[in-house]
């Protein structure tokens, strides 16, 4: 019990933190007017609702898939390919980690937009109208943990992260997943920053807004989490010069608050009924799978 208090107690001061920063941000570059009726955006108190679930529950649920993958990979590693890796430079190491558990995000996250049954679960976070940096935590908890495994399993398969790591090493994985929380809050910021060629180098918030268009244009692009490269390297990058998504969400928007959006995923699929009043077949919610470039 006390562990869950200090736990929510540490998330309070980091909200706090992520508030004070962007808060001050949005209103001074605000992309959307904040001051505006239009640029008010409902469903905030369920994010923070969010905010404090996804804290606390992927983590525990990811640590026993990944225990099960570090056992296996312990037994199957060469002696000689372990030392190999264990004498790698720290920054070696993690730039490594950064590289492939990228990769295997990006991946992640590209299947649960094809996957019709992973998209129920990630169409929570899509289901936002308005992007900003609390936008961000509006998210099932099993998408979050699905899209972490797909990072993080590489990392330990290629032994660039094990429980028996000791010292900085041992904190590869973590530094790999804060890097990407901090990241994450600002991509979903609603700021209308460019960075000219710098975006191409790194995940910027243009660059991840058109992730979360709804319109036909850059629809199911730009799914790495940090380096745009990788959705190049994958021909799936969108990122126009100068301009924006001119709407966000998802075609069949899920109603009845927090609640409602968490037990989606497990409910059959609703059928529109027809001209001659029967049931059709249910209804496309995920994005069409698009690849030019």
Partial sequence: MNGIVIDVIRLSLWLALLATLFTPLEWLFSLHDRRSAAGRRRGWLADLGYYYLNGLLPGLLLAPPLAVVALAVHAVTPDAYAAWIAALPFGVKLGAGLLVSEIGAYWGHRWCHTVPFLWRFHAIHHSVERLDWLANTRAHPLDIVFVRLCGLVPLYALGLASPRA?????????????????????????????????????????????????????????????????????????????????????????????AAELIHPFQPPRRAPSASGQPSAPPQTGPAVSHAD
């Avoid at 790999?176 to 000219?196: D, E, M, P, Q």
């Avoid at 910027?204 to 979360?212: E, L, M, Q, Y």
């Fill in 166 to 258: 000791t010292g900085a090493a041992a904190m590869i994985p973590v530094y790999i997943a804060l890097a990407g929380t901090v990241w994450s809050f600002l991509v979903h910021a609603n700021v209308r920053w460019r960075f000219g060629f710098l975006e191409q180098l790194a995940a910027t918030p243009a660059f991840h807004h058109w992730h979360h268009t709804n319109g036909a244009e850059g629809r199911d692009r730009n799914y790495a989490a940090m380096f745009p490269w990788v959705d190049r390297l994958f021909g799936t990058l969108h990122l126009p010069r100068d301009a924006w998504p001119p709407v966000y969400g998802i075609d069949a928007p899920i109603e009845g608050g927090m």
